[in-house]
T-cell receptor
Framework: DTAVSQTPKYLVTQMGNDKSIKCEQN?????MYWYKQDSKKFLKIMFS???????INETVPNRFSPKSPDKAHLNLHINSLELGDSAVYFC?????????????FGEGSWLTVV | SQQGEEDPQALSIQEGENATMNCSYK?????LQWYRQNSGRGLVHLIL?????REKHSGRLRVTLDTSKKSSSLLITASRAADTASYFC????????????FGRGTSLIVHP
């Protein structure tokens, strides 16, 4: 069984559209994350969500919003997509938000904005 | 949160050679982790070294940590073509929420 799964894997959409990427983890973890990886492979934290506490990277535009219906899900919603949003988005989870715990990543969602 | 910076950005070697990549960070840490990313895939955890450890081994992997220099190295011995991937370090800082931060990784190519 896949520990962290995200859908869709590939998404091509036009500028100005609104899209969502879904993420689910079956590890029973309390903390989930969204990361963005650009074309130069730089992996940047976007959000951290733990026990209803949302920590936002201040550099993330407010067009991006995480939504967590329950502890096992953290979806990423993006409004008014721009060309610069094209990237690979990774969902990840860790146990209890305690330092030192292994992070488990999904396989990524390739977003292309045209 | 702080960011781990990997060096070099790219490394190309022949099968059988050793590969060494480095990670530098800026503030005190609880631990440092290394991850691997195959092309088109998510990151996979390789090894964790705690701040009170200086060296750790796992199979062909050897990780060192020098907290005085705020740096770590990952050595892959007897490399194989299957080791071709990007390698990232992530740091966890004391206190606060656990938000691991990464850099842009070291892209390793092992030629058969």
């Amino acid at each position: 069984d896949t520990a962290v799964s995200q859908t869709p894997k590939y998404l091509v959409t036009q500028m100005g559209n609104d899209k969502s990427i879904k993420c689910e983890q079956n590890l029973g973890h309390d903390t989930m994350y969204w990361y963005k990886q650009d074309s130069k492979k730089f992996l940047k934290i976007m959000f951290s969500y733990n026990n209803k506490e949302l920590i936002i990277n201040e550099t993330v535009p407010n067009r991006f919003s995480p939504k967590s219906p329950d502890k096992a899900h953290l979806n990423l919603h993006i409004n008014s997509l721009e060309l610069g949003d094209s990237a690979v988005y990774f969902c990840a989870s860790a146990d209890g938000g305690r330092t030192g715990n292994t992070i488990y990543f999904g396989e990524g969602s390739w977003l292309t904005v045209v | 949160s702080q960011q781990g910076e990997e060096d070099p950005q790219a490394l190309s070697i022949q099968e059988g050679e050793n590969a060494t990549m480095n990670c530098s960070y800026k503030t005190s840490i609880n631990n440092l982790q290394w991850y691997r990313q195959n092309s088109g895939r998510g990151l996979v955890h390789l090894i964790l070294i705690r701040s009170n450890e200086r060296e750790k081994h796992s199979g062909r992997l050897r990780v060192t940590l020098d907290t005085s220099k705020k740096s770590s190295s990952l050595l892959i011995t007897a490399s194989r073509a299957a080791d071709t991937a990007s390698y990232f370090c992530a740091t966890a800082t004391p206190g606060g929420s656990y938000i691991p931060t990464f850099g842009r990784g070291t892209s390793l190519i092992v030629h058969p």
